[in-house]
Each structure stands twice: as C-alpha cells, then as structure tokens.
Nanobody
C-alpha cells in the first residue's frame, strides 16, 4: 500500500512556473505507474500526465502542449510535475495517483492510490 502526499502548489502569475512533487511512502513505489490529475472548480477530474514505473514512457493530455513534464525519482519515491507557461485555466487542485501495473495510463479507474491534492492558482 502507498500513501501519497503532494506539495509545491501555490499562487503564481500567468506565464509563471511551478514544480509539483508527490512523495510516496510504503512499499513498492518503483513498481507502479504514476499519474497527475487535476480538478478545477465546478468541473470533473481530468487527466494531466502519466509515467511508467521505469520513467521511460509518458502520456500527456492534449492541453499540455509541451508546457508540462512528468518525471520520477524512484530512489526518492517521488514523482514530479514541472509546469511552465501557466495559464489561468490551469487553476485547479492537482492530485497524484498510483496505477495498477507498470505502464502509464490515462484511465482514472486504473489508479488505486490517491493523494489529497495541492492547490494551484494562476492569476491573470
């Protein structure tokens, strides 16, 4: 079982950058694919990015358009989401999650462990 804790959210101006971190505790972090999702006020949770257990495969949502990068450090049991050129529409609570299996996936139903989320607010 994994426990996930996000950090790194905050208030940033449009065009700015943030790096979100998700620290995992428990056994087996290196055997899970990991993902980031977000939920804006009044909207459903949407997929942002996913990475394989090895770190060699990644999937991204279309809106990412090169602005977001997911990567992981298995030695530190941490997955990151680097975000550049932030827009007001990126404002949301960002969640990290661990998926069944080793391959990245966009399907939220495949994720079995979730963090509590970290707020990202982008001002115009």
């Amino acid at each position: 079982q994994l426990q996930l804790a996000e950090s790194g959210g905050g208030l940033v101006q449009a065009g700015g950058s943030l790096r979100l971190s998700c620290a995992a505790s428990g056994l087996g972090f290196g055997s899970y694919a990991m993902g980031w999702f977000r939920q804006a006020p009044g909207k459903g949770r949407e997929f942002v990015a996913s990475i394989s257990w090895s770190g060699f495969k990644t999937y991204y949502a279309d809106f990412r358009k090169g602005r977001f990068t997911i990567f992981r450090g298995n030695a530190k049991s941490t997955v990151y989401l680097q975000m550049f050129s932030l827009k007001p529409e990126d404002t949301a609570v960002y969640y990290c999650a661990a998926a069944r299996g080793a391959e990245p996936t966009m399907q939220s139903s495949q994720y079995i462990y979730w963090g509590q989320g970290t707020q990202v607010t982008v001002s115009s």
